[in-house]
């Protein structure tokens, strides 16, 4: 995986989690990629910081990464599942919960409502 590019950065205010982010022009315009209307586009991803940096910024902005996987490299992606497959076996699944059985309100004629603590 390649390593981050982080171009901006941004500052949560206001009370509804609102980022303002901030980044140069120069250093994202390159990442310009033309879709099929013609436009150019940048996908962007916006970070919270675990604490704030020395410029009191709560927030980073980064160049995201994703590419969509071609036919041959999904191909290659199930190749190897069936691989892993055929020497450790099959992946365990989750145990699901037990169902439990629901009570019907015949099973409930007996119940005296004096004996509900509330």
Known sequence: ?????????GLKFGEYDQVAISFALEDVEKHAKKAKNGKHYINLVVSALREKNQWGKTHTVYIDQWEKKTEEEVVASVATEK???EQYG???KEPKEPKVKKESFEDMEDLDVKDIPF
Do not use: D, F
């Open 90 to 92: 099959p992946a365990q």
């Open 83 to 85: 691989e892993l497959t």
């Open 1 to 9: 995986m390649k390593s981050k590019e982080y171009v901006g950065n």
